[in-house]
């Protein structure tokens, strides 16, 4: 079993939907970072958070430590936020901060 | 401010032969990561340094070296190229502490095919 879980893996839907993107992980963290990865390659950072919610524009990221699970959600989502979307579980090994990576979700939206 | 800054974005190799992929970070920051993707998988890590003259393996460090002899620049050796290092690389750079952590900021990605 992966420590991190992405679902759904591939997601298709129509412009103007809301859209949510699960991540459970197992291992403890000081971070999770949802990221973004456009068709042509590149990796954006979206959102770092440890707690509660983070919002930006359309995009709204949400964390449950206790659960240790966290949802992507876009709304009125638009064919521009086709990508894959990648979240990571950040904790300290050896006192240093490392990633584990889920295995992404790739959204597209149809216009 | 360039952010990371890698190179090549693609290169083909022949099996046997080195290179050097290149990154650099004009942010300053202490942490940075080598990591590669593979078709369907998620981001493994090669190699990562929290800060210049240190560098420690990641998940899969076989057939690569690094280096981090100043804070702006990490580059990733192949020594012996395989098959089995066809990949898409990723440089990341972060500015990190123990206890907490930054954003990620990420280059543009390198694309190497090893025949």
């Known amino acids: 079993k992966n420590e991190v879980e992405q679902s759904p893996q591939n997601l298709t839907a129509q412009e103007g939907e809301f859209i949510t993107i699960n991540c459970s992980y197992s291992?403890?963290?000081?971070?999770l970072h949802w990221l973004q990865q456009h068709p042509g390659g590149g990796i954006v950072s979206l959102f770092m958070?440890?707690?509660g919610k983070k919002k930006h524009g359309r995009l709204i990221a949400t964390i449950n430590i206790q659960e240790k699970h966290s949802s992507l959600h876009i709304t009125a989502s638009h064919p521009r936020d086709s990508a894959v979307y990648i979240c990571?579980?950040?904790?300290?090994?050896?006192?240093?901060?490392?990633?584990?990576f889920g295995q992404g979700t790739r959204l597209t939206i149809n216009p | 401010n360039a952010g990371v800054t890698q190179t090549p974005k693609f290169r083909i190799l022949k099996i046997g032969q080195s290179m050097t992929l290149q990154c650099t970070q004009d942010?300053?920051?202490?942490?940075m990561y080598w990591y590669r993707q593979d078709p369907g998988m998620g981001l493994k890590l090669i190699y990562y340094?929290?800060?210049?003259?240190?560098?420690d393996k990641g998940e899969v460090p076989n057939g690569y070296n690094v280096s981090r002899s100043t804070t702006e620049d990490f580059p990733l050796r192949l020594e012996l190229a395989a098959p089995s290092q066809t990949s898409v690389y990723f440089c990341?750079?972060?500015?990190?502490?123990?206890?907490?952590?930054?954003?990620?900021?990420f280059g543009e990605g390198s694309r190497l095919t090893v025949l």
């Open positions: 990571a579980a950040q904790g300290q090994v050896q006192g240093a901060q490392k990633l584990v």
């Open positions: 291992v403890g963290i000081s971070a």
């Open positions: 340094s929290v800060g210049a003259g240190i560098t």
């Open positions: 958070l440890s707690s």
């Open positions: 942010m300053n920051h202490n942490y």
């Open positions: 990341a750079s972060s500015y990190s502490r123990a206890l907490s952590t930054g954003e990620l900021f």
